[in-house]
T-cell receptor, first 114, second 112 residues
């Protein structure tokens, strides 16, 4: 069966520090991968998605970047965190596009920037 | 921008009662999906209804879709305390096959 792992689960970082959140998927090949952010009391905002190794689509210009160095690995990074980067970050995968099927989410990484 | 908007924002009911949540969207869709999120956890897919379907069932869940009104509803029958969670509708919009857009969700509290 397929599983998705995210880490770290919780992170507290000072403003201006770097960030790296990692997501890996097991049990499937060539998944579509997604990073979402959820601010308190709000819906999910799609940040990045990837349909293959090295292929990254950015949905919102911001202080973050994403990379897909391996087929089942998706990394969210920042060189210098801002207070506004605080939030709950969710990684997800799908077999086809979202217009054909469901997304499977990880358990999330809660980031607090102080 | 948000495609789906859930209504109400919060709903509190007693165990055994039915819970109905509504979702409205703005542009044409291929499918509409409902997800559940327990506090502090990831989202779990509940049900997907395609644009050519009007109703779909899964266990105690019933989803309807009215494309003429651009709206959907999620009915949870015989609710349980364990159903307490936030429920989100999501649609694909903007001509993208990958941009699944979520609403702000309905927080459902089922009191024992």
């Amino acid at each position: 069966s397929q599983t998705i792992h995210q880490w770290p689960a919780t992170l507290v970082q000072p403003v201006g520090s770097p960030l790296s959140l990692e997501c890996t998927v097991e049990g499937t090949s060539n998944p579509n991968l997604y990073w979402y952010r959820q601010a308190a009391g709000r819906g999910l905002q799609l940040l990045f998605y990837s349909v293959g190794i090295g292929q990254i689509s950015s949905e919102v210009p911001q202080n973050l970047s994403a990379s897909r160095p391996q087929d089942r690995q998706f990394i969210l990074s920042s060189k210098k965190l801002l207070l506004s980067d605080s939030g709950f970050y969710l990684c997800a995968w799908s077999v086809g596009g979202a217009n054909t099927g469901e997304l499977f989410f990880g358990e999330g990484s809660r980031l607090t920037v102080l | 921008s948000q495609q789906g908007e859930e209504d109400p924002q919060a709903l509190s009911i007693q165990e055994g009662e039915n819970a109905t949540m509504n979702c409205s969207y703005k542009t044409s869709i291929n499918n509409l999906q409902w997800y559940r999120q327990n506090s502090g956890r990831g989202l779990v897919h509940l049900i997907l209804i395609r644009s050519n379907e009007r109703e779909k069932h899964s266990g105690r869940l019933r989803v309807t879709l009215d494309t003429s009104k651009k709206s959907s509803s999620l009915l949870i029958t015989a609710s349980r305390a364990a159903d307490t969670a936030s429920y989100f509708c999501a649609t694909v919009s903007g001509g993208s096959n990958y941009k699944l857009t979520f609403g702000k969700g309905t927080l459902l509290t089922v009191n024992p």
